[in-house]
């Protein structure tokens, strides 16, 4: 769910990918404790937003647990496909980055009753510069629809 002033917004989570932390190599923590990576650290449900490529606001969720470093990143959701575009279409902002996924915060999750029969796994996309052990892992989940 999103808020913004008096408007909300609903959208189903489609597909998302998973990074486990600092043995990842496909993960931003895998480079160590950074400025950025910090928030990664925090408690399950924290907001990770973080820019790419100096452009698009990319939507994660800290996974815990707390200490670990590992997140999930929102790809797609409702009819919006790519985490570039969702960051738009969510409003992000950077000042969102470390908050808890709350209403208070004007950006949540709440459960709607999808069933693990109706998800496929698939590997990570973009993330070749990991190495094969780590590209071909299937942490992509996707909603079929």
């Not at 496909?26 to 820019?51: D, F, K, N």
């Not at 950077?94 to 709440?110: I, Q, R, V, Y």
């Not at 693990?116 to 190495?131: C, F, N």
Request: hydrophobic content about 40%.
């Amino acid at each position: 769910m999103r808020r913004i002033g008096c408007t909300e917004q609903a959208f189903t989570v489609i597909a998302t990918e998973a990074y486990l932390g600092p043995h990842d190599l496909a993960c931003h923590s895998a480079r160590g404790r950074t400025r950025r990576t910090e928030v990664m650290l925090g408690r399950p449900g924290t907001l990770y937003i973080y820019l790419v490529y100096g452009l698009h606001l990319m939507l994660n969720v800290v996974t815990g647990p707390e200490g670990c470093a590992a997140a999930v990143l929102i790809r797609s959701a409702g009819n919006v496909q790519g985490p570039s575009r969702l960051g738009q279409a969510l409003a992000l902002t950077t000042d969102l980055n470390g908050k808890a996924a709350s209403p208070e915060t004007g950006l949540w999750f709440e459960e709607r009753g999808v069933f693990a029969r109706h998800i496929v796994t698939a590997p990570r996309i973009g993330v070749g510069y990991a190495g094969p052990k780590w590209s071909r892992r299937k942490l992509r989940c996707i909603l079929r629809t």
